[in-house]
DNA sequence: CGCTGTCAATGGATTACATCA
DNA sequence: TATGATGTAATCCATTGACAG
């Protein structure tokens, strides 16, 4: 029974952008059903934990899959268990609560356990006699038809809950702690593949934004310099210049020093002799054009 | 024969829940 | 009745050790 812990606290990412239609989501729950079905890269990165901590009955592994025969072991056949423990295991399974289901937990409480550390010791002794002696830590391999019922198995649900641990320890003839363990051993797996197909796509998603953010910022220095150039050529066109108009006659005056082209001095719109002459600007304000460029400086003020 | 990868197993830590004072 | 302390069960995680290639 795994309670929502650290790991459920909604540490997530999400990546989206126009070009590269991803919705990320690290969820970072332990994971995670391997089956294509629940592939959280499709359709970007979910990863959910499948509920099957229920008190369901464990009839999935009675199916066909889990009548398979489990083979012996490379020189020692460790289906074969002391038959008191099959006994104390099927008395186990009418209660999800009993001393049997406290098998996990920790090792000083399955220890503790009076029936389930007589049943680690019955199998130790059982590995012992058929050895040499040697009370290290042996390598004790499942079978292959054992590692594929428990594969299939996981494939339906990530988690056991004690009965159907019981159920499948028993159609396997292997220890519960042993099925526990490998489920374990089995998610861990699967978290650190998961894990690195996770990376793999957040490096391409770098990869992508890196190679964006490059294409943008190339876009608009190319954007600038036709600012530019366009601004010069209209500078070209109209050079700047400062008129004054006559208030007493609304004609434009003619500057002491002229511009060679600007208005024609003969024109019947000049004033002449004017003493208030009122400046005016065929320019627009220059911060609605360019601002702080060096070209500012041949803008006529006002 | 040493190296390396795989995998079962271990020990510690964490969490939720139940019980009790 | 509310609350904090304690125990229990389940799980995760890092690591160990055996073993095969």
Request: charged residues 25%.
């Amino acid at each position: 029974m795994k309670m929502p812990g650290k790991e459920d606290l909604g540490l997530s990412l999400s990546l989206s952008f126009p070009q590269i239609h991803h919705s990320l989501q690290l969820n970072l729950k332990p994971p995670i059903d391997p089956s294509p079905a629940n592939s959280c890269f499709s359709s970007g990165l979910t990863l959910s934990k499948p509920s099957w901590n229920d008190s369901s009955s464990p009839s999935d592994h009675n199916s066909d899959a889990f009548r398979a025969q489990s083979g012996s072991l490379r020189g020692i056949d460790m289906n074969i268990l002391p038959s008191t423990v099959v006994c104390e295991e099927e008395a186990g399974v009418s209660s999800p609560n009993s001393t049997i289901s406290s098998v996990s937990g920790k090792k000083s409480e399955r220890e503790s356990n009076g029936d389930d550390f007589e049943i680690e010791k019955a199998y130790s002794r059982g590995i012992s006699e058929e050895e040499d002696g040697d009370t290290s830590r042996k390598k004790l391999r499942l079978s292959k038809d054992q590692s594929a019922i428990l594969e299939e198995s996981f494939k339906e649900h990530s988690t056991l809950n004690p009965r159907q641990k019981l159920a499948l320890a028993k159609q396997l003839g292997l220890r519960p702690r042993q099925v526990e363990v490998w489920f374990q051993n089995r998610r861990a797996r699967t978290k650190l593949k998961q894990t690195e197909v996770d990376c793999e796509f957040l490096k391409r998603c770098c990869e992508n934004l890196t190679e964006e953010n490059r294409r943008l910022l190339k876009e608009v220095q190319e954007l600038r310099a036709l600012k530019l150039s366009t601004t010069q050529f209209f500078m070209q066109m109209a050079p700047p210049t400062t008129l004054t108009m006559c208030t007493s006659c609304e004609r434009v005056a003619v500057p002491r020093n002229p511009p060679s082209t600007t208005v024609d001095p003969r024109s019947p719109y000049l004033a002449k002799n004017h003493d208030r002459p009122i400046p005016f600007n065929l320019w627009p304000p220059a911060a609605t054009i360019v601002a702080h460029r060096p070209s500012d400086t041949l803008r006529p003020q006002p």
